[in-house]
């Protein structure tokens, strides 16, 4: 379930509360709630043609409504408090049988337990980086090499999945699209209907063509000569790790990005000797 | 439990033709009627048809499973095949049996139930496993010579093997031989010991080095790595190791699921319903309940506090080291019983954890070898 899988590039995709479901109704969605039962009986056949998926913000509910409802709708579990709440993924390892399911988990103490279990139990995972302090920079050195490496990894986590089959196949990819942060892709609706723009852009404002944001940011931290200016990776990051604190040193995920074009380029040169002999094609 | 599939260890009889000195199981002398197996498997189906399951395992044990004559299975399989088309609900069939009742009146049933293969036990040296009054060579011998005749008649017989401390003292290579050489067993397990059911001496005696036992496991896959070259013998866990780590689909025991819980069940030839074989006539305290005494299998499951503390297994499991351990995707904490019958709480990992941890590196070095190898060639 990576963003280009589940969300159509050529309109902007709601995320809405349940409650707001009628509102949005023939748009393209994502729909949230915290209870899987919830989810099942509102709704209906239609709806789940423009879905992309349903997020589950809360652990708490057992998962057996959506066990066998809409089989093969992706399915997003939100683990809020990764440290307290990992061990919960247990109980919905379940929902697999019939869907994919991604765990978003927020870079915080404990997550690096949190996203070994779901990739021990074939969930996906998507991490909430952020601006990632010193300890959790250490926590994702070493995932990140248990990704690249280990193998009884064989889940994507993003956004080193995206990263690297884009690096690899030397595709343009933009990290604010892989986190599904870009005001132009989506559209966050509040509980009370009012839209904003998604993940932690929530709460800033963005003047009036917020879609247009991404690129006024990240030209605009290349114009004013930080960090960005001489970032080899500037085009992919378009300066997500930037936000909101713009004198974040980017030292450490400049590390993780430089491994990961490592990675592509290695796998890229494999595959390349391997192509004339066994028809390899790119991952 | 709520996945497409469910596996259930269905106890025909309680009752055993053998008497080995370190069985898990404490017998009774109850047989399943067809009339109760119909209530079992009506409740079985109500359950799995309310949870959207289409597809079900049965596992034929005991006891000894062949104690009850060739014509009830026939009559048990017809009865449980006409009431699974009912409920749309496609039934597999697989029997576990010591051979030692075997004559060639079951050919007929094994064909048809069973696919024509069944799966035994023999162990190398055989130090435990004996009829009543007899030693471990006459319980061979027996053993031998119904296998041969079953296989003169086209049935595939698989084989578990439970290791013991002379097994560790003969060495892998003997013990291949043994099997493979001289036995003609193309399909074997080997299994850990654990000293489950009433106590004894021998069970009291049982234990090995767990570390000269995690030597034994890898220097056994080597030998068969080296001389199994043409792919003709499986042995388990081996061969799923091998292809979990070169990404191929693996099926692994049960001992390492992510959650027995919710991936079998058994019931016993009185109706009780527990975990799976190694609990049910052992351990009343773990007891779900029984199938005869309740109205719908799912409500048993839904309010059995036993239950409930096997699901919460693997959530306690986290709070230790499993979680740190590199082979958490592969063994999430190991089998309960082991943990249980070794004096350990339910919520404590599996005393085996040396043994697989040590496996999992070792085979997995191996696949990666393999691997290497196999791009050199290309």
Same mark, same amino acid.
């Given at each position: ?16 509360? /349940? ?5 949005? +109704?023939?748009? &393209?969605? /994502? $729909?949230?709630?915290?209870?899987? !039962? ?21 652990l ?30 247990? +109980? ?8 994919? $399911? ?17 990739? !021990? ?20 050195v ?17 956004? %080193?999945?995206?990263?690297?089959l884009?690096?690899?196949? +030397? ?6 699209? /892989? ?13 009370? &209907? ?18 247009? %944001?991404?690129?006024?940011?990240? +030209?605009?931290l ?35 990005l ?7 380029d ?18 | ?7 259930? =260890? ?25 009339k ?24 034929w #044990? ?5 104690l ?5 299975? #026939? ?5 449980? #095949? ?33 696919? @024509? ?8 040296? @055989? ?10 060579e006459?319980?061979d ?34 013990f ?12 074997? #397990? ?5 000293p489950?059911?009433?106590?004894? *001496? ?19 896959? *080597? ?11 499986? =042995? ?6 091998? @292809? ?12 390492w699921?992510? @959650? ?23 351990y ?11 109205d ?24 230790? *080291?499993?979680?740190?351990?590199d ?22 990992? *599996? ?27 290309v």
């Amino acid at each position: 379930m990576t963003h280009s899988a589940c969300l159509p590039a050529a309109s902007i995709v709601y995320q809405v509360p /349940i409650a707001q479901l009628e509102a949005y +109704r023939g748009c &393209g969605l /994502i $729909v949230r709630s915290a209870r899987p !039962s919830v989810i099942a009986s509102q709704l209906s056949a239609d709806d789940l043609t423009n879905l992309a998926y349903v997020q589950l913000t809360s652990l708490r509910s057992e998962p057996d409504a959506l066990i066998h409802w809409a089989d093969g709708l992706p399915i997003e579990l939100l683990l809020d408090d990764p440290a307290l709440d990992f061990a919960s993924l247990y +109980r919905y390892a379940k929902l697999l049988d019939n869907h994919p $399911v991604r765990v978003l988990v927020p870079v915080t103490t404990g997550f690096e337990k949190a996203v070994r279990l779901a990739v !021990s139990l074939q969930f996906a995972v998507r991490l909430n980086i952020g601006q990632p302090s010193a300890p959790m920079l250490d926590h994702l050195v070493r995932l990140l090499d248990d990704y690249l490496h280990r193998s009884t990894i064989s889940q994507p986590i993003e956004f %080193f999945h995206s990263m690297l089959l884009g690096l690899c196949r +030397r595709e343009p990819v933009s990290l604010w699209a /892989i986190q599904e942060e870009d005001p132009a892709l989506i559209c966050l609706v509040d509980e009370q &209907g009012d839209e904003r723009p998604p993940g932690r852009l929530a709460e800033a404002d963005l003047g009036p063509d917020p879609a247009g %944001f991404v690129d006024r940011w990240s +030209r605009g931290l290349v114009a004013e000569g930080m960090e960005c200016a001489e970032c080899p990776f500037v085009s992919t990051c378009r300066g997500y790790f930037k936000w909101p604190r713009r004198d974040y040193d980017c030292t450490g995920v400049k590390g993780l990005l430089h491994t990961l074009r490592q990675a592509a380029d290695e796998l890229r040169g494999d595959l390349a000797a391997l192509a004339p002999h066994a028809g390899a094609s790119w991952p | 439990m709520n996945g497409n599939h469910f596996s259930l =260890i269905l106890l025909s009889t309680n009752e055993c033709n053998a008497a080995c000195d370190y069985c898990f199981e404490d017998r009774t002398r109850d047989r399943l009627s067809l009339k109760r197996l119909e209530t079992i498997i009506d409740k079985v189906l109500d359950h799995m048809e309310a949870n959207h399951i289409g597809a079900l395992t049965i596992h034929w #044990q005991g006891g000894e499973a062949m104690l009850l004559p060739p014509d009830w299975y #026939q009559q048990a399989f017809d009865l449980i #095949q006409s009431a699974a088309a009912v409920h749309g609900i496609r039934v597999d069939h697989g029997l576990q049996t010591n051979m030692l009742a075997y004559s060639p009146k079951w050919n007929r049933v094994v064909a048809e139930m069973f696919g @024509n293969s069944v799966s035994t036990s023999l162990d190398y040296p @055989n130090l435990y496993r004996k009829v009543r009054g007899q030693g471990p060579e006459h319980y061979d011998a027996l053993w031998a010579s119904k296998v041969r005749t079953a296989r003169e008649a086209g049935i595939d017989v698989k084989v578990i093997s439970v290791l013991n401390q002379a097994t560790l003292e003969i060495g892998a290579e003997r013990f291949y031989e043994h099997l493979v050489d001289e036995l003609g067993v193309t399909d074997f #397990q080997i299994n850990t010991p654990f000293p489950g059911g009433r106590t004894n *001496d021998v069970k009291r005696d049982m234990s090995m080095s767990v570390a000269e036992m995690a030597k034994f496991h890898c220097e056994l896959a *080597d030998v068969w790595l080296e001389r199994d070259r043409d792919d003709e013998v499986r =042995i388990g866990p081996f061969d799923e190791l091998m @292809n979990y780590f070169t990404h191929r689909h693996a099926s692994l025991p049960c001992i390492w699921g992510q @959650n027995c819980a919710d991936e079998l069940l058994a019931i016993d030839a009185r109706g009780y319903v527990a975990q799976c074989d190694c609990w049910v006539t052992s351990y009343p305290d773990s007891h779900f309940g029984n199938i005869f005494d309740c109205d719908s299998l799912s409500t048993l499951l839904r309010t059995s506090g036993a239950r409930q503390r096997f699901s919460q297994r693997p959530i306690h499991l986290m709070q230790g *080291d499993c979680i740190e351990c590199d082979y958490l995707a592969l063994c999430h904490g190991g089998c309960p019983v082991r943990a249980h019958t070794a004096g350990l709480s339910l919520f404590e990992k *599996d005393p085996y954890c040396l043994l697989y941890s040590t496996l999992f590196r070792h085979m997995e070095k191996r696949a990666t070898q393999q691997a290497a190898a196999a791009s050199m060639i290309v």
